[in-house]
């Protein structure tokens, strides 16, 4: 299995997908200058965050246009994975790939910092093993998802909303009873509790409806702000990143049956 990783410049996040899919998942993963017109041979993409262009005129507008970009939306018709991270989201929006768009945070500050991410819709390839709430972290300045209404509405009808920002205890305000997310009560003042304590604002970045990533219509797609490949090793003191990434390259492995299954993990 092969997985390309576009690098355009200002791409900053790139080296932390490749080693995240290299050493944490074990499968073969390369760079893909931003001038490349084919995308040939590869099996998925990774478009990872950073700042291309420097993020003059709008996030990800520029790297939009990029003669790569017309390979990865060949790529994703043919039915590939494809998912773009932070600046890779905000790219997918701009090329027309995904719906919707990403505004700069509420308060107009720079975020960084973990979340709680909850699987909307868990008949995905890319949030079926998503069975509980995920602590991935955010790095951004302009992730705030806004969609008119009726995008809202079509993301709700066909079930494309694939993460929303919550709380580590899914909604069942577990926090009051004291318990954690797997139902075992916590000692005040526990290490491992107060890793699982909700954000002080579990929707940071202010976006519409709590989204945090959606998908395109044939579900192959899949854009979101927080950044999985950033938790996918315990000496990071995260691994629920690995969850996102091994029904990607599950994903990948069914769409081209000859590369196999290569999933070290």
């Known amino acids: 299995m092969r997985i390309a990783v576009p690098q355009f410049p200002g791409s900053n996040c790139d080296q932390d997908a490749i080693w995240a899919l290299r050493d944490d998942l074990g499968v073969e993963a390369e760079y893909a200058w931003h001038e490349e017109f084919s995308l040939d041979g590869f099996d998925g993409v990774f478009v990872p965050g950073g700042f291309t262009y420097g993020d003059y005129l709008r996030c990800g507008a520029i790297a939009s246009r990029s003669h790569i970009m017309e390979a990865v939306a060949k790529l994703a018709a043919q039915g590939k994975p494809v998912i773009g991270v932070c600046n890779g989201f905000q790219i997918l929006c701009e090329t027309g790939l995904l719906p919707g768009a990403l505004l700069p945070n509420v308060g107009q500050k720079f975020l960084c910092q973990d979340v709680w991410l909850t699987a909307e819709n868990r008949d ?28 809202l509405e079509m993301l709700r009808r066909e079930n494309r909303i694939a993460f929303t920002y919550g709380s580590p205890y899914n909604g069942e305000k577990r ?17 491992f509790a107060s890793s699982l304590s909700p954000l002080a604002d579990p929707n940071p970045n202010g976006s519409i409806e709590r989204i945090a990533g959606v998908l395109n219509e044939a579900g192959n797609v899949l854009g979101m702000m927080p950044h999985p490949e950033r938790a996918t090793k315990a000496i990071l003191g995260n691994t629920d990143g ?12 069914k769409a081209n049956p000859r590369s196999g299954s290569a999933i070290a993990v």
């Open 175 to 191: 926090e009051a009873r004291g318990e954690d997310r797997d139902g075992v009560t916590r000692e005040p003042g526990d290490e």
């Open 242 to 253: 690995l969850a996102i990434l091994r029904g990607f390259l599950e994903f990948a492995s």
């Open 124 to 151: 995905s390839a890319w949030t079926k093993q998503c069975d509980r709430p995920l602590r991935i972290p955010i790095a951004h300045g302009e992730g705030r998802y806004l969609a008119d209404p009726e995008t």
